[in-house]
C-alpha cells in the first residue's frame, strides 16, 4: 500500500513539475505536433487558422509591435518570406502577436503592416492561448513544423541581433532541411522582450 502511494505522490509530482514548466513558457520539444489555433483576427481584414496552411513547412512566428528586438527583426522577416513563401513558396509563415498592451492592438498592428508592406500573415491572438500552448517566452520567438506540422526547430531567427552580424540564420536552415530531407539545426534560445502575459 505504501508503494502505491508512493507511485501515486510521485506521478502528481510530475504533473505539477509539467505543468509548472509549461507556464514558465518551457518551449514544446522538437516532435510536438503544432497546437491548434483557429479565426484569428488579421491585419489584412481576414481571419486565419491552422489548417489554412498546406505547405510543406510552416513558421510560427510570436512577435509584436513595440518590442525593439522584434522591430530589429523585421526587415529579415520580410526577406525571408519573400524569398520562401508566397503562393508558389513551399513554406508558410504567419506572425502572431500576443501582447494586449495598447500598442500592440490590432490598429497599431494594421498601422505597423502596412507602413512596412508586410509580405506574410499578421494576426492577433489576445487569448494569448497560442503562445502559451507553444510555451512562448519572447518576441520574436520562432517555431518550424514539418509537412506533419511536428515541431523540427525552435528558438532564434539567426545567430545576432544586429543584422549586420548575423551569419547563420537557424530558421532558413530548419526550412530547408525539411524540404531537402535532412536534418535541422539543433534548437536555440530566443533573444528578445518578454512576451507580457495578462495574469491568470
Known sequence: M???????????????????QAQNGTPIKVGTPCPM????????????????????????????????????????????????CGPTGKVGFVA????????????????????KGFPFIYAYDPSQKIARALGATRTPEFFVFNKERKLVYTGAMDDNMEATKATTNYVEQACLAVINGTTPPACT???GCGIKFDAN
Do not use: W
Not at 40 to 61: N, R, W, Y
Open 2 to 20: 505504501k508503494a502505491r502511494f508512493a507511485v501515486v505522490a510521485l506521478v502528481l509530482s510530475l504533473v505539477g513539475l509539467s505543468l509548472a
Open 37 to 84: 489555433f483557429q479565426n484569428l483576427e488579421t491585419t489584412a481584414g481576414k481571419t486565419v487558422s491552422l489548417d489554412d496552411f498546406k505547405q510543406d513547412v510552416l513558421v510560427v512566428c510570436i512577435t509584436c509591435n513595440h518590442c525593439p528586438a522584434a522591430v530589429a527583426y523585421e526587415d529579415r522577416i520580410i526577406e525571408f518570406a519573400k524569398k520562401h
Open 96 to 115: 502572431i502577436n500576443v501582447n494586449n498592451i495598447e500598442a500592440d492592438k490590432m490598429p497599431a498592428m494594421k498601422k505597423r503592416a502596412t507602413e
Open 189 to 191: 534560445k530566443p533573444v
